[in-house]
């Protein structure tokens, strides 16, 4: 819902809000502090008056720095006026009287009406929360806040302290300009703000409702410390505190959101939790990894945190190879320390890690397995070929006895 309303010269502005504040109304102070200033709205008729001029007299006008007057101006009546008057229009004016003696000046200054303003609210905790916004129209023209709110559930004994539906000022700091805070808000309860946008040419409003479980978000978490875990080379602590602006409250608890990275990576592990520490058991030895966390509350109510700011550790690296690299650099120092020896060291240098040993396990065992099929393989070879060669002997042996076994039979048996 917004409105909008004209508010002629510098005479008293009153905002009329009943519609967002219960039929309550709030006075604009008189004038601006600008003595000697008027204001016009960019696109309208502007009338200047010769407030030192007598009634039926000659005046002459005159622009400050300008040899002649705005095209389309004319004097009537004594005073100056200025049809569609636009930005360019602005600048200082003196009426003079017959004599040219100067009568009066005026400082014309040119703007637009306020526009509604654009306005979101947040709670760092669930006690209090701010709003800020900012003007959705350039208006060139000095411009006021009146900053509002009001209880839209009341309670019996609310609505008999305060029949006009407990309304009260969203208060704002000099030192955050466009901003304001509503204190001692209650977490379960919902509020209307009005945010009134003034300026000498009119006002113009927004009104906004807030529930608390909405706009709930907590500030970053603070004190992140990462470190490596002795004897882990894959393992970082991480642990953080609540943010300050998070009262200590055991109904109110928040949940975390921890991220982590090896620098060298674009891509981040994420975690869950609701304590205020956490082991990384899946880092990369040896890495610099940058980590993160956020806070949120406990039973999911608002938005997560913003990120806190990085912190950065480096597991350390695997002991065998760390052990290794520490054994070969002492022993380079050594033998740069050391005369030559004219004769070779008998005793060999033993090089090889773990990873080296198992490599070479590895190719030995497969190196094995394959022998150990062509052995397999050459033998079944062998023993059919031998096989075969043993059946075809057999043969010509069989027809010769059964050739002998005819012959010896009579011709009548034959027959």
Not at 114 to 119: A, D, N, R, S, Y
Not at 154 to 183: A, F, I, M, W, Y
Not at 214 to 243: F, M, N, Q, T
Not at 400 to 412: Q, Y
């Amino acid at each position: 819902m917004t409105m909008r309303s004209p508010i002629p010269g510098l005479g008293r502005v009153m905002v009329f809000v009943a519609a967002a504040l219960a039929s309550a109304s709030l006075a604009i102070p008189e004038g601006w502090g600008e003595e000697g200033v008027q204001y016009g709205q960019v696109g309208t008729d502007v009338t200047l008056l010769c407030s030192g001029a007598h009634p039926g007299s000659t005046v002459q006008w005159r622009r400050v720095g300008a040899t002649e007057l705005p095209e389309g101006s004319a004097i009537r009546q004594g005073a100056l006026l200025l049809p569609h008057a636009g930005l360019a229009t602005m600048g200082t004016y003196s009426c003079h009287g017959e004599d040219g003696g100067l009568l009066h000046t005026v400082s014309l200054r040119m703007g637009h009406l306020p526009g509604v303003p654009f306005v979101s609210c947040r709670a760092s905790d669930y006690e209090n929360f701010s709003c800020s916004w900012t003007s959705s129209v350039e208006t060139f023209l000095p411009t006021r806040y009146i900053t509002t709110y009001r209880k839209k559930s009341l309670t019996g004994e609310e609505k008999r302290r305060n029949k006009n539906g407990h309304v009260g000022l969203c208060l704002q700091d000099p030192s955050r300009p466009g901003t304001c805070t509503v204190h001692g808000s209650e977490f379960w309860s919902s509020y209307r703000l009005n945010i009134t946008e003034v300026n000498p040419l009119g006002s113009s409003f927004r009104l906004l409702d807030v529930t608390m479980q909405a706009i709930i978000k907590p500030d970053p978490p603070e004190g992140l410390v990462v470190k490596p875990v002795p004897l882990a080379p894959r393992r970082l602590h991480v642990s953080w505190k609540y943010p300050s602006s998070w009262p200590k409250e055991p109904h109110f608890q928040l949940r975390f959101r921890l991220q982590y990275r090896p620098i060298i990576h674009r891509s981040w592990s994420v975690v869950e939790t609701v304590n205020l520490s956490e082991v990384i058991t899946d880092a990369f030895a040896g890495l610099e990894h940058v980590v993160q966390v956020s806070a949120k509350d406990f039973l999911d109510a608002g938005n997560w945190s913003e990120w806190s700011a990085e912190a950065r550790a480096t597991p350390v690296r695997d002991l065998a190879t760390t052990t290794s690299e520490e054994t070969t650099t002492d022993a380079s120092l050594e033998s740069l320390a050391e005369e030559p020896s004219q004769a070779p060291n008998p005793e060999p240098i033993n090089r090889s890690d773990p990873l080296e040993k198992m490599a070479v396990l590895v190719s030995l065992g497969i190196f094995a397995f394959f022998v150990l099929a062509a052995v397999l393989v050459i033998t079944v070879l062998i023993w059919l070929r031998v096989r075969k060669h043993g059946k075809e002997k057999t043969k010509p042996h069989n027809f010769l006895v059964a050739a002998t076994h005819l012959k010896a039979l009579p011709k009548a048996q034959i027959l």
